[in-house]
C-alpha cells in the first residue's frame, strides 16, 4: 500500500442495506468498492491494485462466503489479502471453517461502528507488517546470494595468487629452479610459512561464511579416534618442538570407531592444539586426552576430547567473548599474540553441528583445558589401522620418467600458475600442450590425445565444466584422466566438476608433490601407453 494513500476495502455482501451500513462507518478513512455476489467479488477481488482488505458476508445465493474465500485463497494474486467474515448473530457457530479456510477475524450483524473500525485497523497494521516482514526477507535473500557471490570469487582471486606463491616456493625446496644455499632455504621456508598461514585465514574466513548461512553439509564417516588424535597432533609437533613444548596424549587402547565428518573434526583438534601452543610458554606442556563419558537421564553417551595447556590461562571475564566470532581477548596495537579470532568460534559451530558440545575451565596464569563432547555409540573396536595410510605412488618404486614422459594438457588462463605448473611438471620431465581457455582444450585434447588433462574451471569464453563435458562426449577421449585443478572452493564446487566428468578436484594453491603424485596415479590406473 503507498504511503499517504487510503486503504482500499472491498465489502461483499447480498443486502443493499448492509453494503449501505459498511460504507458510512469506514467511507471516510477508507477507499471503498462493494460486490453483491461471489462472482462479482472475485473479479474485483483480482483487480489491481488488489483489496488491502475484504469484509465478506458469509450467507449469500448463487455461492456462499465459504466458496469465495476458499478461491481467494487459491488464486496467487489474492491469497495474502484478509478476510473477514460478517455474520449474523444467529449465524454464529461455523466460525472453525472460516478460520480454516484462511479468514482473519469474525464481525457479526447489525454493525457496530467502533468495533468494526477497530477490527479493520487492527488487521490493516498486521498485514502491513507482514509486508515490510516480507520485503525485508527478499532484501535479506537478495544480501545473502550478493554475499554468496562475493565469497566464491574472493575465495578464486586469493587463491590464484597463492597457488603461485606456495607453488614456487616448493619448487624452489626441491631445487627445480636450480641450487640454493642454506640462508635461501630457510626465506623460502619463512616465505612458505607465511603463505599457508594466509591460507589458513581465508579458509577460516570462508568457514565461518559459509556455517553461518548454513551451506556446509558435513559427511559423516566411520573414524578411527587414535589415528585422528595422531594426525592431529602431528600437525603442531613442529611448532611445538621450536618452543620446547612437550606434546603428551593419552588415548584409551581399543576405542570403538567415531561416527563424525573427519576432516572437520581434524580442524576442531589443530585449532585447540595450536592455540594451546600458541599460548602455552616455552618448556610448557600440552596434553590431548580421550575419555569416554556415560549417559545420564539428559544427556546420551559421548566421547570427549581434552586439549590441556599449562599457558596463560583466560580471565573469568574474558571466557565469554573467545567463542565469537572475530571478537579477540587482546586487541590492542601491543598485543602479544596475532590471530583473527576465527579459530574458536569454528570449533565451536562444528562440533554444534555434529551434535556436541564445547567446554572450558581455566585459571589466569596456570593454563587452560579445552574439552569437546560428541555423540558416542559404543560399538565393537575397529581393526587397528596403520598411521602411514596406503603406500601412495610417490613412495613405490618408479620407472624412469624419461621412458615414460606422459602427455599432460594443462588448460590453465593465468600466465603466473602457467609458469609455476610448466616450470614443476617439465622439470618431473612430463611434456607439455598449453590451452588458454576451454575451446583450446578441446581442440587440443582432440588432435593431441594427452596422457592426461589438468583443467582449470574460470576461464574467459568457455569455461572448465564446459569443456571437461565436450571432452567426455569424444569416444576417443572418454578414459582420459581430468583432474579439475581449481581456485573454485565454496560448497558443491567439488562435485560440480566430478559431475561434469573430471576425475579428481584438486583446490588451489595446490601442493605440486600431490599433484605429480596423482598425475602417476591416474596414468597408471588408466593403462595408458606411453608416447
Known amino acids: 500500500m503507498p504511503t499517504g494513500t487510503r486503504p482500499k476495502i472491498l465489502i461483499v455482501d447480498d443486502s443493499a442495506e448492509n453494503l449501505l451500513v459498511l460504507m458510512e462507518i469506514l467511507q471516510t478513512d477508507y477507499a471503498v468498492i462493494t460486490a453483491k455476489n461471489g462472482e462479482k467479488a472475485l473479479q474485483l477481488a483480482a483487480k489491481e491494485p488488489v483489496p488491502d482488505l475484504i469484509v465478506l458476508d458469509v450467507v449469500m445465493p448463487d455461492m456462499d462466503g465459504y466458496e469465495v474465500c476458499k478461491q481467494l485463497k487459491q488464486n496467487p494474486l489474492t491469497q495474502n489479502i484478509p478476510v473477514i467474515f460478517g455474520t449474523a448473530l444467529n449465524e454464529a457457530g461455523n466460525e472453525a471453517q472460516g478460520f480454516e479456510l484462511g479468514a482473519v477475524d469474525y464481525i457479526t450483524k447489525p454493525f457496530r461502528g467502533p468495533v468494526v473500525k477497530a477490527r479493520l485497523k487492527s488487521h490493516l497494521a498486521m498485514q502491513r507488517l507482514n509486508q515490510e516482514l516480507k520485503q525485508t526477507n527478499q532484501a535479506l535473500a537478495e544480501a545473502t546470494r550478493l554475499k554468496d557471490e562475493f565469497l566464491a570469487n574472493m575465495s578464486h582471486e586469493l587463491r590464484t595468487p597463492l597457488n603461485v606463491i606456495l607453488g ?233 620418467r624419461a621412458m615414460s614422459a606422459p602427455l599432460v594438457l594443462l588448460a590453465e588462463d593465468e600466465s603466473a600458475n602457467v609458469e609455476t605448473f610448466s616450470t614443476y611438471l617439465e622439470a618431473k620431465r612430463y611434456r607439455l600442450l598449453l590451452a588458454r581457455n576451454g575451446q583450446e582444450a578441446i581442440t587440443l585434447a582432440c588432435s593431441e590425445h594427452p596422457d592426461i588433462i589438468l583443467m582449470d574451471i574460470q576461464m ?72
Open 168 to 400: 614456487t616456493m616448493e619448487a624452489l625446496q626441491e631445487e627445480i629452479l636450480g641450487p640454493i644455499n642454506e640462508r635461501q632455504l630457510k626465506a623460502v621456508l619463512m616465505t612458505e610459512t607465511s603463505a599457508s598461514h594466509l591460507l589458513r585465514l581465508i579458509n577460516d574466513i570462508l568457514d565461518i561464511a559459509k556455517i553461518g548461512s548454513g551451506e556446509i553439509t558435513l559427511e559423516y564417516g566411520s573414524v578411527n579416534v587414535k589415528q585422528l588424535c595422531s594426525s592431529s597432533l602431528t600437525f603442531v609437533k613442529q611448532q611445538a618442538c621450536k618452543k620446547s613444548i612437550q606434546l603428551v596424549s593419552e588415548i584409551p587402547p581399543n576405542l570403538s570407531d567415531l561416527s563424525v565428518d573427519e576432516v572437520r573434526m581434524r580442524q576442531v583438534l589443530i585449532n585447540l592444539l595450536t592455540n594451546a601452543v600458541k599460548f602455552t610458554p616455552e618448556g610448557g606442556k600440552v596434553t590431548l586426552a580421550v575419555s569416554g563419558l556415560s549417559a545420564t537421564e539428559k544427556t546420551p553417551a559421548s566421547l570427549r576430547f581434552a586439549v590441556t595447556d599449562t599457558g596463560i590461562g583466560i580471565a573469568p571475564e574474558n571466557i565469554p567473548k573467545l567463542f565469537k566470532p572475530f571478537v579477540q581477548i587482546d586487541s590492542a596495537l601491543n598485543r602479544q599474540q596475532t590471530g583473527t579470532g576465527l579459530g574458536l568460534a569454528l570449533v565451536k559451530q562444528i562440533v554444534e553441528l555434529h551434535g556436541g558440545q564445547v567446554g572450558l575451565t581455566s585459571e589466569l596464569g596456570a593454563g587452560s583445558c579445552f574439552t569437546v563432547d560428541l555423540p558416542y555409540e559404543t560399538t565393537m573396536s575397529s581393526a587397528p589401522q596403520s598411521l602411514l595410510g596406503t603406500t601412495t605412488a610417490s613412495t613405490q618404486p618408479r620407472q624412469s
Open 460 to 531: 574467459p569464453g568457455m569455461d572448465g565444466l564446459e569443456a571437461i563435458q565436450q571432452i567426455r562426449q569424444q569416444e576417443t577421449l572418454r578414459q582420459v584422466p581430468i583432474i579439475a585443478v581449481t581456485a573454485l572452493t565454496m560448497d558443491g564446487d567439488r562435485e560440480r566438476c566430478l559431475e561434469a566428468g573430471a576425475n579428481e578436484y584438486m583446490a588451489k594453491p595446490v601442493k605440486l608433490k600431490q599433484l605429480d603424485t596423482l598425475i602417476q596415479t591416474l596414468v597408471n590406473s588408466a593403462n595408458i601407453t606411453p608416447c
